[in-house]
């Protein structure tokens, strides 16, 4: 926050604090947003937990990733629609990754309780990611929210998300500390998210990431969308168990406009 008001004086910033492995931190912050805020122009969905070695939960009981890295995000632009639909064309921005092209929606075991392998469940988190985002787009559009529901992924970027989840020595980790001239420099991994977000290009539906050597790297351009995540199917069945799973569902379009509370 220091560093942003140097950079921009004047400029406000608030911070709240924010547990997306959480839904009860999830519905307080929501509700100290609309409590303080009257609209909302932007969301950007990036929490993010990367292939942790053993099987973890939220409080709620979800598995760690897919929780955090979807379920959590799921469940706050619902509780946030009601400032968004009020928004002056609002924009939520939803991060995937390059792992997605490898992921499945395994809806017979979601939480991967009998089968628990770090990367797969990782990938199968940023589809849901990516799916999500577009089913978005799909609802706003048939409903007339007005929002643009917007998709992004950062390449492969040199940050801390690796040696956090998988832990500092583990095979990972040492290929980002020691390869670390295969990974871009983070600013630049933040590209597409920032191009989604504020552009006046970006369009609703999309999806955007790097452009050179197989989107891993480079400078936003429309990203290629895997074909498990165009599967409209999938996405409402999935969509429904999210509302099942996090006890949100979001509102007609009157409701979002018009009410304090979800």
């Not at 969905?45 to 959590?72: H, I, S």
């Not at 597409?192 to 290009?201: E, G, H, I, R």
């Not at 609703?204 to 995540?229: L, N, S």
Request: hydrophobic fraction near 40%; charged fraction near 20%.
């Amino acid at each position: 926050m220091d560093q942003i008001r140097q950079s921009v004086p004047g400029a406000s910033v608030l911070f709240q604090a924010l547990d997306l492995a959480s839904l009860d931190s999830i519905e307080a912050f929501a509700d100290e947003l609309r409590n303080s805020r009257d609209s909302l122009e932007l969301l950007i969905n990036n929490a993010g937990v990367m292939m942790p070695p053993k099987r973890q939960q939220t409080e709620d009981g979800f598995e760690l990733q897919f929780g955090t890295n979807y379920l959590g995000h799921f469940a706050l632009t619902v509780r946030l629609l009601p400032l968004l639909c009020k928004g002056n064309e609002p924009r939520v921005v939803s991060l995937s990754s390059v792992a997605a092209r490898s992921g499945t929606i395994s809806f017979e075991d979601l939480q991967a309780q009998r089968n628990y392998k770090p990367m797969p469940v990782y990938s199968q988190s940023k589809l849901a990611c990516l799916m999500f985002a577009l089913e978005l787009q799909r609802r706003s559009d048939a409903a007339g929210w007005g929002i643009q529901s917007i998709a992004a992924h950062p390449g492969i970027s040199r940050t801390e998300l690796l040696p956090n989840g998988t832990g500092a020595w583990s095979a990972p980790a040492l290929a980002r500390r020691f390869l670390w001239f295969l990974f871009q420099p983070s600013a630049q991994g933040a590209l597409p998210t920032l191009f989604a977000a504020t552009s006046p290009q970006a369009q609703g539906g999309v999806y955007y990431g790097p452009d050179k050597f197989g989107e891993i790297r480079g400078y936003p351009t429309v990203a290629t969308v895997p074909p498990q995540a165009l599967d409209i199917s999938a996405a409402e069945r999935l969509w429904n168990e999210s509302e099942r799973l996090t006890g949100v569902t979001f509102p007609i379009i009157e409701e979002a406009r018009g009410a304090d509370n979800l």
